[in-house]
């Protein structure tokens, strides 16, 4: 919420220049004052008062009694903007036990000439934009950012959180982050073949309120290309037999080396081709070295970014196992005809294909991880 005293200190009148006026130091004071407070009151209105990116808080390695802040962004409740341009290192000490806020507060320099300018009658003074970041007990009454708190026992070092949802005492606790703005999100892409219509309907999905408006793109691909690193994932069904030419073979494994998905799946709808399908597949996946094993339920499939206590049902109404070989998935419960909204040839219900988009979106979510940490290394 915008706080009464930004609304009382929004100017009710702008300056009019005409020829002639004399700009004194309280007319130019006066001219720039109104647009820096329409811009505070602009930013409150785009983004509210938070963390607009950045500003990471990390504990030291080995963990002492400092932590420190990554370079970022923030705006507070008064519209002004925080810029952390260099990462800081913080000693919270060792004096305080209990709660600890780690705020970043705005903050200006008094005027000061350029370096080395001569003071001199009419010289240009200046002032700095600045910041301070401090641990109290409790939260001030005026504009802040809170980046962090602490549970503090000075007797034990600061740690990064082990389960994020869940900090302990001295642990970094990034729960009451407020993070604003809507942060650029990179495309997701998904190279299809034969089951077209089930990835749009699921990328549809994804691009609505259910998945976060997360942009999901889909290609069909009749004949796969030499390279494929533009998709996040390859979706490759069969439908009976499953063959591909060599140099297909090349570009998939190649794709798959460099941090790409494959996500393998026989259609059920054809069910007497099963059994001739994964048989195609493994020749595949041996022929790659790759030793796909049936997924266990610490598997990150099941939590990210929907929880799932077992693998969803897909259009036989039933689930015949989830397969993975970093990087590969082998599926035998069709989720591309659950996507496109049939099960068992008939309409698949509404709380069955939510279930199968969501897990659609944990696909990708594997996918894009993966393929971001192969990058990075």
Excluded at 198 to 224: F, K, N, Y
Excluded at 335 to 348: E, H, K, R, V
Aim: net charge negative; aromatic share 10%; proline share 6%.
């Amino acid at each position: 919420m915008i706080k009464n005293d930004v609304l009382r200190d929004w100017p009710a009148q702008r300056l009019k220049a005409v020829d002639g006026m004399a700009v004194t130091a309280d007319v130019w004071e006066e001219a720039h004052t109104y647009h820096r407070q329409q811009q505070r009151l602009h930013a409150l209105w785009q983004h509210g008062p938070g963390i607009i990116a950045g500003l990471e808080i990390i504990a030291s390695d080995p963990p002492d009694n400092f932590v420190y802040v990554l370079p970022g962004l923030a705006l507070d409740s008064q519209g002004q903007t925080i810029v952390v341009a260099e990462p800081l290192s913080f000693d919270l000490g060792n004096s305080s036990d209990g709660l600890l806020h780690v705020l970043l507060t705005y903050g200006e320099g008094r005027p000061r000439l350029k370096e080395g300018q001569v003071s001199a009658e009419g010289a240009a003074y200046f002032i700095r934009s600045e910041f301070n970041l401090e641990a109290t007990e409790t939260l001030p009454e005026g504009p802040y950012v809170e980046l962090a708190r602490i549970h503090r026992d000075r007797a034990a070092p600061i740690r990064n959180a082990a389960m994020s949802l869940r900090p302990r005492a001295n642990e970094i606790d990034l729960r009451y982050r407020t993070e604003v703005g809507a942060p650029a999100r990179a495309p997701l892409t998904i190279g299809v073949c034969v089951h077209t219509e089930g990835a749009l309907r699921l990328a549809q999905a994804l691009r609505g309120p259910m998945g976060g408006q997360q942009p999901v793109w889909v290609d069909e691909i009749e004949t796969l290309p030499t390279t494929l690193d533009d998709y996040t994932m390859l979706y490759l069904v069969a439908h009976d037999t499953f063959a591909l030419a060599p140099e297909q073979m090349t570009a998939i494994y190649n794709y798959w080396q460099t941090g790409g998905t494959v996500f393998f799946e026989a259609c059920q709808r054809h069910a007497d081709a099963q059994a001739r399908a994964h048989a195609a597949f493994a020749t595949v996946l041996e022929a790659y070295g790759a030793r796909p094993e049936t997924i266990g339920a610490t598997h990150p499939i099941f939590s990210t970014p929907h929880f799932f206590p077992a693998l969803p049902i897909g259009y036989a109404n039933a689930t015949s196992g989830l397969k993975w070989s970093d990087g590969i998935f082998i599926n035998a419960s069709d989720y591309g005809c659950l996507w496109n909204g049939q099960q068992n040839d008939q309409p698949a219900t509404r709380e069955v294909m939510r279930s199968g988009y969501e897990f659609g979106q944990n696909l990708l979510a594997i996918a894009q991880a993966r393929r971001s940490a192969m990058r990075a290394a």
